[in-house]
């Protein structure tokens, strides 16, 4: 089991900056991939940013040059860096841990945490 806790969300301009934090817990030797997602309202769920166990990163074309994923091992967390944040940035942000087994794929989600960017 992984557990996952997010913090650092909250409300900003448009322009402005936030960062988020996850706190990685449990079974960590067997995360694969380590991502954001976010779900606005009346949207799907949608990934933002990613990072493998070898430290390759994946953005959408939505949030590429804004956005950065990171890890600290060290510690056992992942943060997301957002700058010129946009009103339709605005959404709960997920942190997701993902194992990959040979016939299965394994997600563990955070409880959430709210960005809000005002115009």
């Known amino acids: 089991q992984v557990q996952l806790v997010e913090s650092g969300g909250g409300l900003v301009q448009a322009g402005g900056s936030l960062r988020l934090s996850c706190a990685v817990s449990g079974s960590i030797f067997s995360i694969n991939v380590m991502g954001w997602y976010r779900q606005g309202p009346g949207k799907q769920r949608e990934l933002v940013a990613a990072?493998?166990?070898?430290?390759?990163?994946n953005y959408p074309d939505s949030v590429k040059g804004r956005f950065t994923i990171s890890r600290d091992d060290a510690k056992n967390t992942v943060s997301l860096q957002m700058d010129s944040l946009k009103p339709e940035d605005t959404a709960v942000y997920y942190c997701?841990?993902?194992?990959?087994?040979?016939?299965?794929?394994?997600?563990?989600w955070g409880q959430g945490t709210q960005v809000t960017v005002s115009s």
């Open positions: 990072i493998t166990s070898g430290g390759t990163t």
């Open positions: 997701n841990a993902r194992r990959l087994a040979i016939t299965r794929t394994y997600d563990y």
